[in-house]
Every structure is written in C-alpha cells, then in structure tokens.
C-alpha cells in the first residue's frame, strides 16, 4: 500500500532531525545510486525495431524533450536544437570524450571531433566534418564545439601552436560579428559559407588554418524584411564604440541610420551588442590586425551606415537631387574624396556610345531617385562584401601554415536550405549549395556504398534512395541548359534593361519544362528540391547575377585618397575586354564545385541538424517540421543502408599496415613478417584475432568489417599492444636499474665490511714487523681472521663499561686507541708477588692502569696509575710464548709495571706508533726490571710442557708451553663456507646469474624471422631468410658419418658401442592438453620426459628438448624398457692397421644452427655450487650466514635449488624467473577416473582473464587484456571466446 502525505512528511521530517542529530557521522550509501540514468529512446536509431520517418521522428521527440539532443544513425550524428544551455560543453564533459570511442561515451558532437582528429592521426588521412541542415538548426554552434575540441585535444607546448589554437578559436566571434545576423528563424544566422581547414604537422598539432568563404548575403547590408536585423557588426559599432570613434566617424546610435533601423529590430534578446563588439576587438587582436587596420575596417563601416541616410528628392525632370547635401559631404570626408564627385557619381551616370565597333560620344545621364537609391546600395553592397574578403585573406595570412602540413580536418558551416515568402536568386543560390551537399551525401554514403560493394563483389542488399544529381543538374548543367545558363545567356542579351532581361530569362526557362523537377508558373519558377517545393520570383534575378559596379562609382573610388579602401578593389573590369566577366552564379558555381572537390579528397564526418520549431522555443516540439525534415535528409534511407552495409572498409594493405601486430603469424618483435600477399594477412589477422566469420568479407582489393564495434575493439586490441611494449620495455629498464643499484650495494657493502679491516690488517703486519722473529707466537694470534682493533672495551663506543673508564681516567673527548683486560704483578709485604685483574688503556698521551675495588659495599674505579707515554724507555718481553710484558720507565718510586695481556703484541705496536718508535722492545729469556729506584729484578721463562693452558708466574719465573716457530706469519684470510648467493635480480626478461656456464632451458630460442617488408612499401635492402627450425632432440641420425673408406685399404673397424641412455623415467600423456606460454602442450600418447617433480600438481617435463609444465594428472608412467644384452666384442683389427682413437663416450653431436654453434638444451645443474661474489661477505638478502642456519633450513635450501622456484606453479617460495618467460599456470583440478579432464582445468586460450596474481601478464605476440570497465561488455574478450570455442568445435 502507498504511504499516505501525512506520513510521507512525517517520514522526511523524521529523517531531517535524524540526519540533523547525526551531523558528524558519514550518511550511508544508498545502492540506488549506483544505477544510471535511464536511456530515453535509443541511441542508434539503426537499433529501431521499425524503420520509418514516424518511428524516426518519435524516438527524437522522445530524446529532445529528455534533454537528449545527439542521436545517430551509425557514424552520423543527428542534433535537434535544444533552444537552451544544456550545459554539456564545459571542460569536464570534453574530457570524458578525450581518446574514446563513440560507443564507449554518450552520442555528442565531441565524439564526432574525437573520431575525426583520432582517424587523421591513425590512418593519415585528411577528415572533413560536413554540418548540414535548416537555417536555426544549430550548424554554427556545432562548428564552434568541433573548434572548441580540436583545440582542447591537439597538445602542443609550442607557443606558435598554442597561438594558432587561439586565433582558429578567435574566428569564430570576429566572423559572426562580420556574417551572422538575426532572422524571422534564427537570432545568429549564418548569412555566408564558411569551409574552415585546419591543418596539423606529423605530431597532430595545429600549425596553421585556412578560411574559404562562400556568398555572403551582401543584400541584407541594405535592407532587411519586418524584424530582421543587419549584420551584428553595425549594431556592436554603433552602441559601443568609443568616444574617439564617435567623433572620428559621426557615429551616432543605431536607430539614426536607415540600414539598420527601416528593418524595426535595434535589440534581440540574448544578444548583448556591447559584450560582443569587445569580443571582436579582442579577436581582431588575436587575429592580428594593428590597429590601423582596425581603425580602416571601422571607417568602412562608418561609410557604409552614412551612405544609407543619403536620400533622394525627385525635380521637376523626374531626375534625383541628393536631399541633404551634408550627408554626402560627411561621406566624401571618410572616403577622402571631392564632395561634389560624390554627388555626381551618386545622382548620374555615364552612358558611352558605340558606332562599328568604335567609341562614340560620352554623356552624363541623370538617375531618376529608384536608380540613384539603387547605385547608392549597390555601393554599400560592394564595400561591404569586399570589405568581408579582405578580413578573411587577413585571417588566413595569419594562420599561414609555418611548417609542412601532414593532414587537415575540414569543417564545414554553411547556410542552410532556406524557403522564403518571397524567395529570390540568394536563396536559389543558398538552396543549390545545399543540394550540392545532400548529393556528396548520397554519393558517399549511399550511391558509391552500393556500387563498391558490386565492385568489390561483395554480398549486399540494394536499398532504394533518392538520388537529387537531376536536381543539381536542373541548376547548373550548360547542355541542357539550366536555370544558371538561362540566366547568364539573359544578362547577356539584355544587359540594358533589368526588365528586359527578366523577360528573357522567364523565356528561356520554357526549355526547362520537361524536367520533372521544375515548372515555370509566368514571373515565377518552382523548383522541387530535396528538402521541399521552393517557388522564385523573376525579378530582379537578372540584375543580382550581373554583380558588377557601374564605372562612375569605381572611378570615385579609385579617385579617393584612402589607400585602404582603393585596396579593397584591386580588380578593376577592363573596359576594353570583349569576354564578359564572371556572373555571381558563375562564382558559386565554381565555389560549390571546389568545395565538392575538397571534400571528396576527405574522410566525411555528417552531422545532420533538425530545428524542432520555429518559434526558437525550448519546449516546443513542431512535429510536423520535424517529420518533414525528417523526410528531405533522407534519414530512413540511411538507416538502411548503415543496417545492411559495413561499416569499415579499406584496402588489405592499409588494414595490414594498421592491424598486423595483432596476429603472431604476421609480426614478430613489432616487425612485419609475413611472406605471402596482403589479402592472405589480412584474413591471418581476423581470424586470429578472434573476430566471427560473418562480421567481415574480403573483397577483391579492401577487407569490409560489417559492425563498427568490431573495429574498435581491433583498435583496442592494438593499443593493448602498444602499452604492453611500454611496460616491456619499463620492465627490462626497472630490472637494469636494480641489477645496477645492487652490483652498486653490494660493492659499497663488501667496501664497508673490508675498509676498516684493511687497516686493522696493516696494523696487524707492523706488529710482526717489531717482533723480528725473536718471539714465539700463540696459535690464536696468527688466526687469519685476527684484527688488531684497538678499542676492544669500547669505550670511544660508550658502552656502560666504557664510560664508566672513561670517567674513572678523566678522559673527557680525548680518544682511546687501545683498552683490553689485563694483570698487573703486585708484590706482597712479606709475600711473593701475585697477578691482579686490571683495565689497560692507552691514549695518545698516556697509558692508564685503571683498578675496580670494593669499598663500602660498593664497586670503585680508579686509575691506579698513568703513565705518560714520553717516560717509556722500552718495552721487554721475552723470547717464549708467554704474555708478559715489562714497560721500563727508568729509576722511578714506584717501579716498572709487569703487565701480563693476551693482546701484548699489539699493545706494543700502538706504543710505538704513538711514541714514532723511541721506545725499543727487547726480547730476550730473562727479562730485566727496576723493582724500586735502583733496584734491579729479573724473571725467567722456562718451558713446561706440563702446563695445560696460558702460562704459570711463580716466584720470579714464569712456566710456559711451546708455541708456533718465532718466524711464523699470519695466515691468510680463510675463505668462507659456501653458501647459496642470493641471485642479483629477479624477473622476466632479465636472468639471474650463475655459477654454471650452460645457458637454461628457456635460452634455446626459436629462430628470429626475418622483417618483410610491409605490403607497397619498399623491399628491404636484404632479405634475411628464417632458419630453419631443428630438432633440439639428440638422434642417432644426427650423429656425423664417418666418410667412406678409399679403395684398396682394410675396412675401418666398428663404431664404438653407443653410450649408455640415461636413466630417467618416461610419462606417457593420457589426454590431450593445449598449454599456453610455460606449458606444455600435449597430444594423446605423447611421451614425455620427467625433470622434476612439483607437489603442487604441476610436473616439469621435456618433450623434443624443450621444457615446459604439464600437470601430472595427465601422465602416467611408461614401464621401462628391459635392458638389451651387452654386444660380443669385436674381433681384433688387422695387424698393420692403425686403430683410430675412438671418441669418448657421450651424447651424439647437435645439429648445427645455421653455420655456428651447435644447439644443445640443457638444464641447470642442482649440485653446482655458487661463486663467492667477495670473500668474507654474509648473505645478500642479510639472513644468517649459510653455515649459521640450522638443519632444517639446510634441507630447505637444497630442495628449493633443483629449480628456479617461481618457474613451479604454485611455489610458495620467492618469484624468480619463469620457464619460458611464462607466468606458471594455475593448479589442474584432478580429473575423474576414466574420463577426460574438465574443460574447467584447462587454461583459457589467447586472452581470458587468468586467476592468477598480479597484473595480468601479456600472451606472446599479443597484448595483455586490462579490466574491463564496470557496466561494459568488452568485445575483445568476446571475440576472443569465439575464437576459443570455435578452435575447440573444429
């Protein structure tokens, strides 16, 4: 049941105080936001399940007034005018089109840009986007946004790029104030053709542009029908311009003068005069006109607005008088002419008669006021219209290409098919442009369609259309004569009189009659064109096609001082010619037909615009117009062709050129290698890529692609390419750089683990150097391992102890070279003498003898005494290998200290590089010492061998065991234990190094192809021929044979017996399995090779000498075979022959490769041990050194080094290079007892998505398959399934 409104509010209200309470807390997601907006209508209309104008027109009422203005019909884009800001062209929205194709992003006029500037880019080709509809649709306004995304989209950091971008973009207001102006249909109608070509360099950057301009409307300068205005410029002049030109040009607002006030429409809502006039200015800048120039442009105005007050009174003659003569003053002033020659020129004109062909006499006519009003009009006109051509060949001069132009996209914007109340030969004209364009529609999209498809002999059903050639041809053709013709061969013949003329031409379209397309209705003519019935009125036809100022008026200008308007008119007619100058349907003849030229050399883009009313009303929906419009594009004819047709089309080299990476038969390493024709790569290409056999065909000289889904998901199979050799080639440098940064580490780690150790060692030598080989030696002092290190208490390391000596000696900063433990010989009252534990340090100064006592329960110490190091006289030891030392200070209260130290010769050799050697060390059997003052003492060494340890003091003599020979040296440094060394890097593309020097498995490559050269271009300079591919299986035919023996001689003995065939077990395949990259692909009863066994399901295996994974619920193993009984031996040589050496036993050669090295596959040997990098160094990874780890770890290690571990699936161990540069394939479900495996177990073939970890790994030859974005089919995985399955059914 529906809730009530009360208990709607009280629910929301409810909720505003919860969510009021609650202002901290982060609201919940609601899933209904995750559902996009609903599609109104469809988007394609070739989707409509009814084609006809009806359903057309439906589905478009039904998009407009959702706010869904694009619609298409394949390619071309369908716009109804919203009459409103939708608000879909801002930055944001021009950025979700940017590199999209048009089925990935909603239909907009962006995606028409992006698909022209992406084709120009990818297949060189220039692009041209032809806008076509009413006058109203929006054609202007969809040229500006194509602008608007070309320039957005091109890049370019260049400054001269940027400022082309700017000055195509400044076209648009500076044209618009020039050829825009306000209609009954439109409130900025495009009165000229404008053909705007914008021109890149190889890089797709804008370097230039170019403007054609086509019949500009120079009529409406003049006069204009009830609220109409004249073209915007006159309006932004005369409200906004400043004080300076207010004052310069008698400038007055625009109500004042009659051009642009008879017509009642000074304002137009929307438009705002001043706002756009200093846009004008502003683009004038960015176009680059100085401010001259500018200044001139506005004097031709200012003429222009002065000329229309000019007004005529008639005499009593009949003739015209100029009723107030300071208007024409004021215009002569701008001109810069003489006041009266304007008058002249303004009221007469000269009529020169002509006897046999020779010149007569000359009289000044007077112009009654019709003919004066008439000159002075068409005065206006031809400033005006020159004026426009000038502004254009400016622009164009300043987006002069300034490099080589690559290609081009055009954009047309031209006035659209215009029926009038009273329609005249502008609108003949405007409407015959128009059929021109709806027949190069025809022509492409329908007409050539069809007749390729007979040419190419493809299968097609033929669609009934209008072809409009016999309109076109009603209009221009010369025989039969057309309306152009007519009209000319009238102006020729009645060139006097417009009246005259006008008859004429009515008489001559009585030849026209028979054409079904026209009927002469008397001073009327009605022409059925494609877009409806459009009746012309004669008169003044004539006239209008003449186009030509009389010669009073170009002499008065040429007569004036300004030397930009004498510029304006740099053609002047011959007055001697005998040829007749070009008429204005001459003219547009000839534009239309360059037009057509160009855009026929371009890739055409259509947008096709509908005006929905014509009230310019946002919620008004005229169905009726519509319908009709509807009807006259041609819109159900193009829904049937685009649904029966292809899509995409071109020739086999091009589809080659542009698609062979896609395919591992036709590139390899990104080089082109296919040895046959275009067409059979061609077919190569689809077929590998997955692509149904019903969605393209091959012609006799193009491929056809039928749904344009299809092509982009090619395009965007190519692109995987391309990122997947970026990433290759990132993955190759990352792996360079690591291998870099830890061959660096691993040197700084050895220099700092051996810097210091080197120098202990130095001083460690010094010390055998003092001792002379007078002394024995410990066992442990001559360990190569042995440093002198000095500070052995660590006190400059402040440890707890080290601080506290520190402290006890008052060292303060000062630094210790030596500390150790030691004993001190103290004598006894009444006692003999007894060792004592003491702290020995020595400094740079001193050598201090520090004590620790208890004393009051606690622990004391203090130095018991210092010895400056200038009061040793020597240093005596004796000649055994005791640990006794004497440091003989000479006559002194206290004695020489006995000291007894383990670390004595080294104590000894600081004290002496610290004193630069003045003491001098004895050594001798007795050694000799001051006990007090004078008083001399000696000990002696005796050796006991009865003495298990150190040595015993007892009473002056001191027992010791032997030691090493005095003579003896330190050992060198032990080198040590060999462990696994960790390998430097890891990764596909780089291999890790090793101790071995046989290559691994997967360095036996297949042969590189040879590059081919791409379909019409060039053959390569050499043609390097593919090896050929051998076997990597040693045979017993592989062997060489030994040559046959010459005539006459013994027979050579019998080969030596063939060596014994290793023991290894052989698997038998029990299915057939298609393995992709790193696995092994097996046919039924295959035989394969055991090389390890994996717990994780997967078995490495060889098959013909290449190695690769196989899952081992596949295989079973093949009984071996019972051995053979060992041959007899052969019978002894003949005597006096000489037996040749046999070769040692081994495995048969390998066939050779080409004309070097022989192939061998070979795998790595597990007992092979590593090679120390440096001696002395721990672990790379820092574990514990190899002989520090514990059994289990040891066991572990060894396991683990049979094989690479990543190269096994499913390794729970660290990755390391793969076999075959393949990721391991996932874990084979078991499959059932006596059946074939499930299709499940096996591994998706060319590009599904694997389970593996990781980013998704690229397939050989091919491109990796990224996600697919959320809520969208990726139509390159599908048609990967297709290729999948349809592999399986054959």
Known sequence: MAPSKKAGKKGAAATSKKAGGAAGKVAKADWKEGFKKKQVGVSDMTLLTTITNEAVNENLEKRWKNGEIYTYIGSVLISVNPFRDLGIYTDEVLQRYKGKNRLEVPPHVFAIAESAYYNMNAYHENQCVIISGESGAGKTEAAKRIMQYIAAVSGGQDS????????????????????????????????????????????????????????????????????????????????AASDEQREAFGLQTPEAYAYTSLSNCLDVPGIDDAHDFSETIKAMQVIGLSDYEQNEIFRMLAIILWLGNVQYSEKD?????????????????????????????LTTKIMETQRGGRRGSVYDVPLNPAQASAGRDALAKAIYNNLFEWIVSKINISMKPRTATAQLIGILDIFGFEIFEDNSFEQLCINYVNEKLQQIFIELTLKTEQEEYVREQIKWTPIKYFNNKIVCDLIEEKRPPGIFAALNDACATAHADPTAADNSFVQRMAALSSNPHFEARGAQFLVKHYAGDVMYNVSGMTDKNKDVLVKDLLDLIGASGNGFLQGLFPDRPDPNSKKRPPTASDRIKASAGALVENLMRAQPSYIRTIKPNQNRSATEYDTKAVLHQVKYLGLQENIRVRRAGFAYRNTFEKMVERFYLLSPATSYAGEYIWQGDAKTACERILTDTGIAREEWQMGVTKAFIKNPETLFALETMRDRYWHNMAGRIQRAWRNYMRYKHECARRIQRFWKNNKESIEYAKIRDYGHQILAGRKERRRFSLLGYRRFMGDYLDINGKSALGEELAEACGLGREKVTFSARGQLLVSKFGRSSKPSPRFLVLTEKALYIVVTNAKDGQTVTSVERKIPLITIKSISMSNLRDDWMVFNLGPTEEGDPIVSCVFKTELTTHILRLTQA???????????????????????????????????????????????????????????????????????????????????PSAVSRPKPAAQPLPGKSTPAAAVKPPSAVSSTPSASSAPRAPPPPPGRAAAPPPPPPPPEPEVELYKAKYPFQGQEGEMSLEKDDIVELVEKDNNGWWLVKKNGVE???????????????????????????????????????????????????????????????????????????????????????????????????????????????????????????????????????????????????????????????????????????????????????
């Open 160 to 239: 001269s790029i940027q400022e082309i971008k700017d000055m195509v973009l400044a076209t648009n207001p500076l044209l618009e104030s020039f050829g825009c102006a306000k209609t009954l249909r439109n409130n900025n109608s495009s009165r000229h053709g404008k053909y705007l070509e914008i021109m890149f360099n190889d890089h797709g950057e804008p370097i230039g542009a170019q403007i054609t301009n086509y019949l500009l409307e120079k009529g409406r300068v003049v006069g204009q029908v009830e609220n109409e205005r004249n073209f915007h410029i006159f309006y932004q002049f005369t409200k």
């Open 918 to 1000: 003045s003491a001098s060390v004895q050594i001798g059997p007795t050694i000799s010492y001051n006990k007090k003052k004078e008083k001399k003492a000696e000990i002696k060494f005796i050796k006991d061998e009865t003495v298990p340890r150190g040595d015993v003091y007892k009473s002056h003599t001191v027992h010791v065991p032997s030691g090493e020979p005095p003579t003896s040296q330190s050992k060198p440094v032990p080198r040590p234990k060999e462990g696994v060394v960790r390998p430097i890097t890891q990764g596909k593309l780089l291999r890790k190094g090793g101790p071995s020097d046989r290559p691994a």
């Open 1108 to 1290: 690769a994974w196989a899952p081992n619920n596949y295989l079973e193993l093949v009984p071996p075979k019972p051995k053979a009984a060992a041959p007899p031996p052969p019978p002894p040589p003949p005597p006096a022959a000489k037996r040749p050496t046999p070769s040692a036993p081994g495995a048969p050669a390998a066939p050779k490769l080409g004309g070097g090295a022989a192939l061998k596959s070979v795998s790595a040997d597990p007992s092979a041990k590593p090679v120390a990098v440096f001696p002395g160094m721990a672990a790379g990874n820092g574990s514990a050194a190899p002989w520090k780890k514990t059994a289990s770890a040891h066991a572990a290690e060894s396991s683990a080094d049979s094989t690479p571990a990543a190269s096994r699936p499913g390794s729970s161990l660290a990755p390391k290079p793969p076999v075959a540069a393949k990721p391991k394939p996932p874990l084979a479900s078991k499959p059932a007892v006596g059946g074939a495996p499930k299709v499940g177990a096996k591994p998706p073939i060319p590009a599904a998505a694997r389970p593996a970890a990781g980013a998704p790994k690229p397939k050989a030859g091919g491109v990796a398959k990224p996600a697919p974005i959320g809520g969208q089919m990726d139509l390159a995985a599908v048609l990967a399934r297709r290729a999948q399955r349809l592999a399986e059914d054959e």
């Open 317 to 345: 003659d009949g003739n015209a008088d100029i009723a107030d003569t300071s208007v024409t003053d004021f215009v002569a002033y701008l001109m810069e002419v003489d006041a009266a020659q304007v008058q002249r020129a």
